[in-house]
């Protein structure tokens, strides 16, 4: 089943931003890493991402701090499911198994404690991650989303 579209009170926000090229970058469950406070951040991984929402040359800039512990990152303004903006930071991590083989994911931080507070966010919630430009900068709208009985989802 595809996904919803962004809802109506996100797309209105994006154009009052005069933001364009909408695209679905992930709907995901909520992990309890993701809303725990000690770990500060939301895991978005590569093999979960519908479509491609960085340049190239901002695919670049995040893949250039991958040694050991330095990460490049980016600032880029959240649309929260409140609509609060704020800005947050997205990284690229490289997060080693115990087997030897690594899993890559970018993820948001910084701030994220504060977002998933703001917007009671918890485990087990479905959530939607949105990319959009203004200008040609990078800019995300983080959507809520809760299941109905015919399968489809409603903003929450």
């Not at 962004?6 to 890493?33: E, H, M, S, W, Y």
């Not at 600032?75 to 704020?86: A, N, Q, Y």
């Amino acid at each position: 089943m595809p996904p919803p579209d962004l809802p109506i009170k996100f797309r209105k926000r994006i154009r009052a931003l005069r933001g364009f090229d909408i695209a679905l970058v992930i709907q995901k469950c909520l992990f309890k890493t993701d809303v725990s406070s000690g770990h500060n951040r939301l895991s978005i991984p590569l093999n979960q991402i519908q479509q491609t929402f960085l340049t190239p040359q901002e695919t670049e800039f995040l893949n250039s701090g991958n040694n050991e512990k330095k990460c490049s990152e980016m600032e880029v303004m959240l649309i929260e499911p409140s609509l609060r903006r704020d800005t947050i930071s997205l990284r690229k991590w490289e997060m080693k198994k115990a087997s030897g083989s690594a899993t890559s994911m970018y993820v948001l931080v910084g701030k994220w404690n504060l977002v998933a507070w703001r917007n009671a966010l918890r485990e087990d919630e479905t959530l939607q991650l949105w990319s959009f430009r203004i200008n040609s900068k990078l800019c995300l709208a983080l959507v809520k989303r809760r299941a109905k009985s015919n399968g489809y989802f409603i903003e929450f």
